[in-house]
């Protein structure tokens, strides 16, 4: 994805000759708007994408990923907010934008303008993005109008100018380590009345409005969040965007803080997510959306750890009851992950590693991947407090973030404490296939690997202010990647597989449960927290593995030692399962010999924790083994989740063009190949390849020719098409320097 801009010199009156700029990272384009010159305050002038033929109408512009709030005036005639308070509200959501003042701003008035990165979207969603945004700004007390420019699509944006520059008035901020703006998408064949009647009436009848008025108010609040988050549902807002407009609006309630806000806060997640669940079921009678429905997908053994000896059973239950949608498949690796956490001072495998699982777990839409996130961690946590002197799962839960680098993720870690990185793994996938040997990336995929091990993380490179991340050995890492499979068959192909991502952690690849109308009546009979019981015992079982995990370097950790016959039954099946499908496939070779460590995490967990339970309930341990056939059938639906992962979901048939481009591409990156034209040795400079010149180098290499097929294609039309592919799906980007066409990796 670009962030393109049309530049036009001049005032406004001119519409034509506008060049393209087009810009791989947000933070280039706001570095852009950080100096403001000397100027009229009509000169020159932006517009928010790429113009076709560089004339400004709406018809030349067919989508852009970015938003322009113009901070002209105040709700209701009041005082306009400062650019620095609406910067300072972006940044607490974690929305990439920036701000500059326009020439109009003085120290009495404010006058800005704010550029936010969004997800791709068209004219026709234009308004509906702008009223969401304003909306959650308006609950951070940012109460901007909605000026009749914002609406429009080709709109002239004034590059940052002032009469003297210097007079100290011109101010900036910027923000782009964030997320981007999840767009809004409404349908092109719906008009403008339907797009308002629906926005500015709900269902029931109340306006929208008086919707606000009640959760302002403190009147009501369940129904009004409920009308209201299934009517941004409806008109394509996402699921997170609504979250947090609610979160914003009850903030801004006259009974913020009460017992029944507090109540209503806490169901946000719960309403949304129902609202997307009543929206799914009611498009089955329509035209559905067009959707992953995995096939011959892997069964998962239900039931499996209720087959153990207690507590498990127990421990699984009590999981359980707290799950919002609980999926056995999905709710297994939090279950695990938490117990490894909990014991992971005092146990280690046979092979001394510390008690580390790594799980990706692969779901489609709607299938309940939250069940396994924080909200489980977090329920639990709510009903240890209640009587309860500690609680376990607060240490477990707090420490909540994501990986989207190698910066962020080496300073996740702190004095190896726990933490619970949670991801919606798209983003991470694109930025592997995409990187073209990007050093952070390839930087974090190497510390994943290490962290799988559960030996070490290494520090290869600076990560935040105090320099250099210092190592952390056995590090207590767990980390949940979500991800659905069009997202693995889209960025994952067979030269990634050995990453380390894709082939460590196990994968829960869920099976769609909830059809049709009757997901409407398991939501309305889903339990309340209020309603669940946790047993006692088990509360206190919990506890006192709770207090274990905060005991460090006082004893030696046990070895967890499976007996002969338990390693016999896994070799045997190993030998029988495994070894067959290695020898015949090296791909399959590489993802199957990794399966060797989440067995033996696996079995240590759950025998560390019978262990633990007898001792704390009868002084002594009684259990020395549990018969590894017991844990057979979830380890053969890990086997069976990879292969199915790697058969029906990474993509293999690369073109030839395509890697022969990308080849080139990095030979001219890494000055394997000299350009004479100094226009093109500008721009390779600047990380941009000029596309005659990857012409010329393509073109030179005769051998490389010859293996690729062109049809009944010339070259250059072959190129173009390629070129043209590679860039919809984001393996490439295109650029102009000075006119001059070129291509660039996205990362660089």
Request: one cysteine or more; hydrophobic letters at 35%.
């Amino acid at each position: 994805m670009s962030y393109d801009i049309t530049y036009f010199k001049g005032s406004h009156r001119n519409t034509k000759g506008g060049d393209c700029w087009s810009f791989d990272v947000f933070k280039e384009l706001a570095d852009e708007f950080k100096v403001c010159a000397k100027g009229a305050k009509h000169s020159a002038y932006v517009v928010r994408g790429e113009l076709k033929n560089g004339e400004r109408k709406d018809a030349n512009m067919s989508v852009s990923n970015l938003l322009v709030i113009d901070g002209d005036e105040g709700l209701r005639g009041k005082e306009l907010c400062s650019p620095k308070s609406v910067h300072e509200a972006l940044l607490e959501l974690n929305i990439n934008h920036f701000i500059y003042t326009t020439h109009s701003h003085s120290a009495s008035v404010n006058k800005f303008r704010v550029f936010i990165a969004a997800t791709t979207y068209n004219k026709q969603s234009l308004k509906a993005n702008n009223k969401s945004i304003l909306k959650l700004l308006a609950g951070k007390d940012c109460k901007i109008k909605n000026v009749k420019e914002m609406g429009a699509w080709s709109q002239p944006w004034f590059v940052p100018t002032r009469d003297n520059p210097e007079d100290g008035l011109f101010e900036h901020y910027s923000f782009t380590d964030g997320n981007d703006w999840e767009s809004i998408h409404v349908e092109e064949n719906k008009t403008e009345a339907e797009t308002q009647t629906s926005e500015s009436r709900a269902e029931g009848g109340e306006s929208l409005d008086e919707l606000y008025e009640n959760i302002r108010s403190g009147k009501e609040y369940h129904e009004s969040l409920r009308t209201i988050s299934y009517q941004y549902i409806k008109d394509g807002m996402s699921a997170a965007n609504c979250k947090a407009i609610l979160r914003t609006m009850l903030d801004g309630s006259s009974d913020a803080g009460s017992e029944r806000w507090k109540t209503r806060y806490n169901d946000i997640d719960r309403l949304v997510d129902g609202a997307v669940s009543r929206k799914d079921d009611e498009t089955k009678f329509g035209e559905a959306p067009k959707e992953y429905v995995p096939s011959n997908v892997p069964s998962f053994p239900r039931g499996v750890l209720r087959t153990l000896p207690e507590p498990w059973p127990q421990i699984y239950d009590m999981y359980e009851s707290v799950a919002r949608e609980p999926i056995e498949a999905l709710l297994v690796p939090t279950v695990l992950s938490s117990m490894a956490h909990f014991l992971c001072n005092k146990y280690q495998t046979f092979e001394e590693k510390n008690l580390n699982l790594m799980f990706l777990n692969l779901a489609p839409s709607s299938s309940g991947k939250d069940a396994n996130s924080t909200s489980v961690l977090n329920g639990l946590s709510k009903k240890f407090r209640v009587g309860a002197v500690s609680d376990p799962f607060v240490r477990f839960s707090q420490y909540y973030t994501t990986v989207t680098s190698d910066t962020s993720f080496m300073e996740a870690f702190k004095d190896n404490d726990f933490f619970w990185v949670d991801t919606e793994v798209t983003n991470f996938f694109k930025m592997m296939s995409n990187s073209g040997g990007n050093a952070s990336v390839s930087g974090v995929s190497t510390k994943i690997i290490e962290v799988g091990n559960g030996v070490g993380l290494s520090a290869k490179k600076k990560a935040g202010k105090d320099g250099n991340s210092e190592g952390i050995p056995n590090p207590n890492c767990q980390i949940l990647f979500y991800a659905q499979p069009d997202t693995i068959s889209e960025y994952l192909n067979m030269d990634m597989i050995d990453s380390g991502l894709f082939g460590r952690p196990i994968m829960s690849i869920s099976d769609v449960e909830r059809k049709g109308r009757p997901r409407m009546f398991n939501n309305s009979k889903s339990r309340r927290m209020t309603d669940v019981k946790l047993d006692e015992e088990i509360m206190k079982f919990c506890i006192h593995l709770g207090e274990i995990s905060k005991v460090t370097n006082i004893f030696i950790p046990h070895t967890i030692i499976p007996t002969d016959s338990e390693i016999d039954t896994l070799e045997e099946w190993y030998g029988r399962e495994m070894w067959p499908l290695m020898e015949a496939d090296e791909v399959m070779n590489i993802i199957l010999r990794r399966i060797g460590i989440p067995f033996e995490q696996t079995w240590s967990v759950i025998i560390a924790v019978i262990r633990e339970w007898e001792l704390f309930k009868y002084g002594k341990v009684e259990t020395k083994s549990i018969g590894c056939e017991k844990l057979l059938p979830l380890f053969e639906f890990w086997k069976d989740c990879k292969i199915y992962a790697v058969k029906e979901l990474v993509n293999d048939n690369v073109d030839p063009l395509v890697e022969a481009i990308i080849g080139v591409c990095r030979d001219i990156m890494n000055k394997k190949c000299q350009p004479s034209k100094v226009g093109h040795r500008n721009a390779i400079k600047e990380s941009k390849i000029p596309i005659s010149y990857l012409y010329e180098v393509l073109k030179n290499r005769s051998k490389l020719l010859k293996s690729i097929d062109l049809g009944h294609m010339g070259l250059n039309a072959k190129l173009n098409i390629t070129i043209d592919g590679m860039v919809k799906t984001g393996t490439l980007s295109k650029v102009k320097i000075k006119s001059m066409e070129c291509v660039a990796f996205p990362l660089l």
